[in-house]
């Protein structure tokens, strides 16, 4: 009986070892369900399950994904492999409805900016929640050679302010010593940079901010909303704030205010398995030990009756590691829900090692 159980350890121990340490994969989820995970498709464009479809808009990781109630749209701002940022925009059916390409269109060459959802030139702004956005010029540029003083500035920025339907605020600008107030006015675009040694626009945090006499003026723009991973409890800014992070800088709930909303529990996405397919032995005393796997994870897409089920690449830390899916499942707070019948799934792989060209957002409907 001793003996037996010795036995039984050492295998235990070994099991251990050989699953800790080689791409050998003993996982009983992978043992007696190779066959249901070998049918699985892989993460792409076009896949379908009864309910569910997914489409792919992007090929980069960490997009923002931003949601304008008033307008009922969403504007996906995703990176390019040169290093150019393409804004998107998709309506509350999930329809890509306009693409900016920054590297080919009317954009190229030149440094841009988004404000909300203004795309800003130099010399030109295009409105996303336009039906057919368009570039359009300048009509005024005031100020650009630092001459106005501090009581013209003031006294031109508030008559300005207060017949315009939008105002936005730039620390940055063309010119390295000014910020910039753009406003839409009467249908047209004005551009009134600051003086040089004025400092009425300043960053705070992650806001750029107006004051005035000690008083601070809002912006005029479209109420914007970012979607959030509730499993996760992570939003689809560029960064992907966690409440984690955000909560100690967010007492007042100004540096995020998107934290003080209320999101459904109505999507989840289930790691089911993962298969080791490779390693990495980081360390330079280490003797060839894993201390990185990346393989496949199998997946559950389950939205209210409906699932769809994948694989895609993943990775895991050696031993006990959790997987890695690197998966964000991204829906509108509970009072927007009713808007759109659309989530998205962002697949934010952060290596190029071992990648599969599947990164991306991926527009889900419900059909």
């Not at 159980?5 to 009983?28: H, K």
């Not at 956005?133 to 006294?155: I, Y």
């Not at 939003?235 to 205010?257: L, Q």
């Not at 289930?270 to 003797?287: D, I, Q, R």
Request: glycine share 6%; net charge neutral.
């Amino acid at each position: 009986m001793k003996r037996t159980l010795v036995f039984l350890l050492l295998i235990l121990v070994a099991g251990i070892l050989i699953e800790g340490c080689s791409t050998i994969n003993l996982s009983p989820k992978l043992l007696f369900n190779s066959g249901k995970f070998s049918q699985f498709p892989t993460l792409d464009d076009g896949l379908q399950a009864e309910g569910i479809s997914i489409n792919r808009i992007t090929q980069s990781s960490n997009n923002e994904i931003r949601y304008f109630p008033e307008k009922n749209f969403f504007m996906v701002v995703a990176s390019s492999k040169a290093g150019h940022f393409n804004p998107i925009k998709i309506d509350s059916m999930g329809n890509k409805v306009f693409g900016l390409n920054i590297n080919e269109n009317y954009f190229k060459g030149q440094t841009i900016e988004i404000i909300n959802c203004f795309l800003i030139a130099p010399n030109q702004i295009c409105d996303f929640s336009s039906e057919k956005p368009t570039a359009e010029p300048f009509t005024e540029v005031l100020n650009k050679e630092s001459t106005f003083s501090e009581k013209d500035w003031v006294e031109r920025f508030g008559s300005l302010y207060s017949s315009s339907d939008i105002v936005l605020y730039s620390y940055r600008s063309d010119l390295p010593t000014s910020s910039v107030v753009y406003f839409q006015n009467q249908g047209k675009w004005i551009k009134l940079y600051t003086s040089t040694n004025h400092h009425f626009i300043y960053a705070n945090s992650n806001q750029v901010v107006c004051e005035i006499n000690n008083k601070k003026i809002p912006h005029k723009w479209h109420e914007e909303i970012y979607l959030k991973d509730v499993q996760k409890n992570t939003y689809s800014n560029v960064h992907r704030y966690s409440d984690e992070y955000i909560t100690p800088f967010n007492s007042d709930g100004t540096f995020f205010p998107n934290q003080t909303l209320k999101y459904p529990q109505s999507a989840t996405i289930k790691t089911l398995a993962f298969a080791k397919e490779t390693y990495t032995s980081e360390g330079y005393y280490n003797p060839g030990i894993p201390v990185q796997f990346y393989g496949t994870g199998y997946y559950a897409l389950e939205i209210e009756n409906s699932v769809l089920n994948f694989k895609t690449v993943a990775s895991k830390e050696a031993f006990f590691g959790k997987v890695e899916t690197d998966l964000y499942l991204f829906v509108l707070p509970t009072k927007y829900a009713n808007q759109s019948v659309v989530s998205f799934l962002s697949y934010d792989y952060g290596t190029n090692y071992h990648e599969n060209d599947k990164k991306g957002v991926y527009v889900i409907r419900k059909n």
